[in-house]
């Protein structure tokens, strides 16, 4: 895209956001052969990567929009590891320009190191601004003062610099993203007061651009931490020539996490399944280069298979597995398999009998019907089984959490459907 901008000035930059260097990893464990140590490392290679992108572009500085890191270092090894790749940009000549954001505010990092003189790190105190006078650039940003910011800090920003390029530096939730808390919030009415060309924000881990005139754009983070942090992950390009902008985005993540879904209704062998999976999987990692390809897959719909799950627990994830193994030209780890399956088996005209199954299928409409009936019955019939259960078996889900019980109960009617089924 083109965008006309006030200043006259030739210049190329780096905007990126929510690095989260060394985010702990949970949980990785309970993955037999999974890939950990790259996984633990990826998002050193990201930064790595985007280092090589700022060498090989010959930019004129970089720009991050908060959250570095995701915690307090456990050693000195995550900022030794940071300052190196700024050190790399300085012996470049490159500018690194730096708010810290809710994960790395003043003082959530207490141990500290003194960045080399091409990193600027903005004030917690006060909205400051930097020009770079050889590109007819103002740069203004300001830190978090701690962790949590309810307030809006853009008013606090100073108007744009005539005659310059005005890049507003600013980690926020802007009016609010699913999945992320709120920070600094404020809004594009409130960003275009103060005049500037460009907004580089961070704390949204998706992508989006949120505006073009001024451009207001979240990079997303740089990369993918887990199953919900989905798709290509990396940072803006951005040239300026003439008062002309031009930017895009460039993919620098080395795991690359996806959700995919495969439909199986109808299908009644697992040859077919097998063949529509290694389909799936081959079109999701196509074209992706070297990467890691971290995959949640989904199967879902009306089939038999229902049935030969039932009686054999684990089928389908093994060949899930088995398929991955086939794909050629990528290189896959599969972190899940979820079954949304149901049996062919017509639920309508059982529950209009008058045996045992239809009495059970109507006992469990009514239970999903009724959110607090299914919570005491659950109380009543499986409480001490699980209470009874370690935490680690009982998975992320919370078992008073009305969705999950009715997402257990349904499961367990398709179960018994399939059983019942086969024995007929």
């Not at 190196?84 to 500018?95: D, E, P, S, Y």
Request: glycine residues 8%; contains cysteine.
């Amino acid at each position: 895209m083109n965008t006309v901008v006030a200043s006259p000035g030739t210049f190329r930059f780096l905007h990126a956001a929510d690095l989260h260097i060394d985010s702990p990893l949970r949980g990785l464990s309970r993955y037999a052969g999974a890939p950990v140590e790259r996984l633990r490392n990826a998002t050193r290679r990201a930064l790595e990567n985007l280092v090589d992108l700022a060498l090989a572009e010959q930019v004129h500085f970089v720009l991050l929009a908060g959250d570095l890191y995701d915690r307090d270092w456990q050693d000195f090894h995550t900022g030794l590891f940071f300052r190196a790749q700024m050190v790399r940009l300085g012996r470049a000549h490159i500018q690194v320009f730096i708010v810290q954001g809710n994960h790395d505010a003043q003082g959530t990092i207490t141990r500290e190191l003194v960045l080399p003189d091409n990193v600027k790190v903005f004030s917690s105190r006060k909205a400051e601004t930097v020009h770079i006078e050889a590109l007819g650039v103002a740069i203004h940003g300001h830190s978090f003062p701690q962790r949590e910011v309810p307030e809006d800090l853009v008013p606090h920003y100073p108007l744009a610099v005539p005659g310059r390029f005005n890049i507003g530096l600013l980690h926020t939730s802007l009016t609010g993203a699913s999945g992320h808390d709120t920070y600094a919030p404020t809004d594009i009415a409130t960003l275009k007061t103060r005049g500037y060309d460009y907004w580089a924000l961070g704390h949204v881990h998706t992508r989006a651009v949120e505006c073009e005139s001024p451009r207001v754009v979240f990079p997303g983070n740089l990369q993918g931490r887990h199953a919900n942090e989905t798709g290509p992950k990396g940072c803006e390009l951005v040239s300026v020539l003439n008062g002309q902008m031009d930017a895009r985005f460039v993919a620098l993540d080395v795991v690359r996490w996806q959700q995919i879904t495969v439909p199986l209704d109808g299908v009644d062998s697992l040859a077919q399944a097998s063949q529509a999976i290694t389909a799936a999987l081959a079109h999701a990692t196509a074209g992706a280069g070297d990467l890691l390809h971290a995959l949640r897959v989904h199967l879902t719909g009306r089939t038999v298979l229902h049935t030969a799950e039932a009686e054999q627990p684990g089928t389908l994830e093994a060949a899930v597995h088995a398929a991955a193994q086939d794909v050629t030209g990528a290189e896959l780890w599969i972190e899940q398999v979820q079954l949304q399956l149901s049996s062919p088996i017509d639920r309508a005209a059982l529950a209009q009998g008058d045996d045992a199954v239809a009495e059970l299928l109507r006992l469990v409409d009514s239970l999903a019907a009724d959110p607090a009936a299914l919570a005491a019955w659950t109380a009543q019939a499986c409480g001490d089984v699980l209470h009874k259960l370690p935490v680690e078996a009982k998975g992320e889900g919370h078992w008073a959490d009305p969705a999950t019980l009715k997402a257990l109960l349904m499961d367990a009617e398709s179960t018994l459907l399939a059983r019942l089924g086969s024995a007929a």
